[in-house]
C-alpha cells in the first residue's frame, strides 16, 4: 500500500522560508516521478515541481528560483525547499507520485488526474 505523508508546513512572513517533507512508504523512487503540487482555496490544484529518479527536475513558472524539489532515494524522502516566500504561495501543498509515466515531467505537472498517489497536504500560510 502506497502512502505519502507530508510535514513541515506552517505560517511565515512573506520572504520568509520553509521545507517540506514527504516520507514515502510502499514504493522505491526508482521508475517514479515525485512531485510537489497545491491548491489554493478557490482555485484549481497545480503542480509546483517535478523530479524523476535521475535526479531530473523541472518546476512551475512561478516556483522557478525560489523552491527546490530533492529527494533522498535511500531514506524514501522527497523534499521541497521554498525561499522568498509570496502571499500568493498561501495553499495546501500536496506530495505527489506517478508510476512509470511514458511521459515528461513537465506533462505530470501540468495534468493532475495523471497522478498515482496523493499525500493529505500540508498547509503553507505567507502573511504581508
Known amino acids: 500500500q502506497v502512502q505519502l505523508v507530508e510535514s513541515g508546513g506552517g505560517a511565515v512572513q512573506s520572504g520568509g522560508s520553509l521545507r517540506l517533507s514527504c516520507v514515502a512508504s510502499g514504493i522505491t523512487f526508482n521508475n517514479y516521478y515525485m512531485g510537489w503540487f497545491r491548491q489554493a482555496p478557490g482555485k484549481e490544484r497545480e503542480g509546483v515541481a517535478a523530479?524523476?529518479?535521475?535526479?531530473?527536475?523541472r518546476y512551475a513558472d512561478t516556483a522557478n528560483g525560489r523552491f527546490t524539489i530533492s529527494q533522498d532515494n535511500a531514506a524514501n524522502m522527497l523534499y521541497l525547499q521554498m525561499k522568498r516566500l509570496k502571499p500568493e504561495d498561501t495553499a495546501m501543498y500536496y506530495c505527489?507520485?506517478?508510476?512509470?509515466?511514458?511521459?515528461?515531467?513537465?506533462?505530470?505537472?501540468?495534468?493532475?488526474?495523471?497522478?498515482?498517489?496523493w499525500g493529505q497536504g500540508t498547509q503553507v500560510t505567507v502573511s504581508s
Open positions: 505527489a507520485a506517478t508510476y512509470a509515466p511514458p511521459y515528461g515531467l513537465g506533462f505530470f505537472l501540468d495534468h493532475t488526474t495523471r497522478v498515482g498517489y
Open positions: 523530479i524523476d529518479s535521475d535526479g531530473t527536475t
